[in-house]
């Protein structure tokens, strides 16, 4: 039956929806008191990595859509962050503020059940979180694992490195495109938008072949703008090499090359190696089921001159999102 939650306080809530028995032996104590207690054993003398993002209705998704797909993309948006650190999930919190209408018990039902589904693909569990009442947005804080010096970073890319990209880029701006055309949207194209699966086996094999790592949220150049940024280098990007998928280029004639250096929500590692890198990282590839393509090469710094389209300054009109300024 669907009914309102209005009757329902955050603790039923909580209770009804979200507290489960872990399916991890190192959550000493997870939901139900003040805080979570966690076995540090279970970082195996690694270091521990926390990364934190929020998603926010109509603004990281539309409003209409199942709560399911919510639930999921707010979890495999955050694991992407997991993913470009090296890092494995362990455990996270889950902020939830909900409106006060059209939260319904069948919304509850399917937002718990997308969220329980996709973290136990990964290996991650809920230990806690808050739930109050607002315009509905999702906050996601993950703790993850990952050794000494093997961590992937922003700030360690260097001139001649080679850039590389897991999979396809522009998929979702292509489906993001035909959602709100209100077009017909393939199923591929609906699952990568919905349910970007964050690359968390890849992250774990290219530690020690890296120089440095971030995921494509905003766009290729944008993200790739803050490895040169963080590193204090300048990037050439082969546009002819970018990797958009034979769909997208049949849909979208005219602005695939646009979707894939400019359109976010793709969820894809960027990275930079040296060349010599270059065969481990193909297998590094091949082992995680994630197809690697080199796209361009680290320069020396050329002042404001961030990324470089064959030649052609981009960086003035970088189009990547910003929420800000
Ligand atoms: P407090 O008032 O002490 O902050 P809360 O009522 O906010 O406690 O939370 C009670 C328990 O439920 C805590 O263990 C908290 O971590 C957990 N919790 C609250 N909201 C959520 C949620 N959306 N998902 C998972 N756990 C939650
Ligand atoms: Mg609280």
């Given at each position: 039956m669907v009914v309102s939650v209005l009757s329902m306080d955050e603790f039923e809530i909580i209770k009804n929806y979200f507290k489960r028995e872990s399916f991890r032996s190192d959550v000493l104590l997870g939901i139900g008191d003040d805080g979570a207690v966690l076995d540090l054993k279970a970082l195996d003398n690694e270091?521990?990595?926390?990364?934190?993002?929020?998603?926010?209705?109509?603004?990281?998704?539309?409003?209409?859509?199942?709560?399911?797909?919510?639930?999921?993309?707010?979890?495999?948006?955050?694991?992407s962050d997991t993913a470009a650190m090296g890092a494995v999930p362990l455990w996270f919190t889950l902020s939830l503020t909900l409106p006060e209408e059209n939260t319904?018990?069948?919304?509850?039902?399917?937002?718990?059940?997308?969220?329980?589904?996709?973290?136990?693909?990964f290996g991650c569990t809920l230990v806690g979180g808050d739930t109050v009442r607002g315009?509905?947005?999702?906050?996601?804080?993950?703790?993850?694992?990952?050794?000494?010096?093997?961590?992937?970073?922003?700030?360690?890319?260097?001139?001649?490195?080679m850039i590389f990209v897991s999979g396809t880029l522009g998929d979702g701006r292509a489906a993001l495109s035909l959602i709100q055309q209100k077009k017909c949207v393939s199923e591929r194209l609906l699952y990568r938008f919905?349910?970007?699966?964050?690359?968390?086996?890849?992250?774990v094999e290219l530690r020690n072949l890296?120089?440095?790592?971030?995921?494509?949220?905003?766009?290729?150049?944008?993200?790739?703008?803050?490895?040169?940024?963080?590193?204090?280098?300048?990037?050439?990007?082969?546009?002819?090499?970018?990797?958009?998928h034979e769909e997208v280029k049949q849909l979208f004639p005219d602005d695939f090359a646009e979707f894939g250096l400019?359109?976010?929500?793709?969820?894809?590692?960027?990275f930079t190696a040296p060349e010599s890198e270059k065969a481990k990282i193909i297998n590094a590839g091949m082992r995680s089921?994630?197809?690697i393509t080199p796209i361009g090469r680290i320069v020396k710094s050329m002042g404001s001159n961030k990324v470089m389209l064959e030649g052609m300054d981009v960086n003035e009109n970088i189009s990547g999102y910003r929420h800000f300024g």
């Open positions: 270091n521990l990595v926390m990364s934190t993002d929020t998603l926010v209705e109509n603004v990281h998704f539309p409003s209409s859509i199942n709560a399911g797909l919510i639930a999921k993309r707010a979890l495999c948006t955050n694991l319904t018990t069948a919304w509850l039902t399917d937002f718990s059940q997308g969220l329980f589904e996709e973290a136990e693909k315009h509905l947005s999702i906050t996601i804080t993950i703790c993850g694992k990952a050794p000494d010096k093997e961590v992937l970073k922003r700030t360690t890319a260097e001139p001649n490195d919905y349910c970007p699966q964050p690359m968390i086996d890849l992250g890296v120089s440095s790592c971030i995921d494509i949220s905003d766009g290729l150049v944008s993200d790739l703008t803050h490895i040169c940024n963080a590193s204090k280098v300048s990037a050439v990007l082969d546009v002819s090499k970018l990797p958009v400019y359109g976010g929500d793709d969820y894809q590692l960027c089921n994630s197809r």
